[in-house]
């Protein structure tokens, strides 16, 4: 198995996952960029998966399902565009490996991921969920629904690979070294993520540079109540306060 970012509007990622002369894609904001990829590598599209339904994740998925005899897109309720209907523990096969969908809410209040796992492990195609050092905005969905979702996340193999929609992860790790200045790892993925892309990333990755899988940690803890100007009583707390604080940086 191969998977490979194709990059697409201003600072989008479709995922393109081939297995032998097939492949599946992940949020596909534009079919243009996803067409010349399936023709340079004599593929044929096989699935069409989607996280949520702004534009910038499903703009080219109907030119794809024409294009390509009809091949199925999967998507919540909510993803005008699905022609099979998915909802959290929906189980279906890609090559060898069991796609398993997730209810990761938060940034939009019907958000999935796709997790994949096969020979090569267990691969989390996230959307706008998780991003490296960092996390969606919050549209239609909640705070509350967002910390789950990183709570439930933390919970896998720490080899677990995330792969997040955006390259957000230079501007994510700066807000991340404002929150802790003192962090090595942070100061070395950010000389890193010069050169792009900077995905997939494992969760023993985020762990130590994402802010938001680190809000037990007393420094992030009093960084906040610091940068906030107010007393936080609990991890959630902390979590809501991070993402304002990130979304004023």
């Known amino acids: 198995m191969k998977i490979t970012p194709i990059q697409a509007l201003n600072d989008n990622y479709i995922w393109m996952i081939q297995e032998g002369n097939h492949a599946a894609c992940v949020d596909p904001s534009d079919a243009t960029p996803v067409l010349k990829f399936l023709v340079h590598n004599r593929l044929m599209l096989a699935q069409t998966w989607i996280t949520h339904p702004h534009p910038d994740h499903t703009g080219g998925a109907k030119s794809l399902f024409h294009g390509f005899l009809e091949s199925p897109i999967y998507g919540e309720s909510d993803i005008d565009v699905a022609t099979h209907t998915v909802t959290a523990g929906t189980q279906f096969p890609f090559g060898e490996g069991l796609v398993t969908v997730w209810a990761t809410p938060g940034h939009t209040d019907r958000h999935i991921s796709y997790l994949l796992e096969n020979s090569d492990g267990l691969h989390v195609f996230c959307g706008d969920t998780l991003f490296s050092a960092g996390c969606g905005r919050v549209f239609t969905g909640t705070i509350e629904q967002l910390y789950d979702s990183f709570h439930r996340f933390n919970q896998l193999p720490e080899e677990t690979l995330f ?64 940068l906030s100007e107010r007393k936080l009583n609990s991890e959630l707390e902390v979590f809501a306060a991070l993402r304002e604080l990130k979304n004023q940086f």
């Open 163 to 226: 792969y997040p929609a955006h390259e957000y992860t230079a501007s994510n790790l700066r807000f991340a070294q404002h929150i802790e200045p003192d962090n090595a790892d942070i100061q070395t993925a950010l000389a890193a993520a010069e050169h792009m892309p900077t995905l997939p990333v494992s969760l023993a990755h985020e762990r130590k540079v994402n802010p938001f899988f680190r809000v037990h940690l007393p420094q992030v803890q009093a960084r906040a109540e610091e």
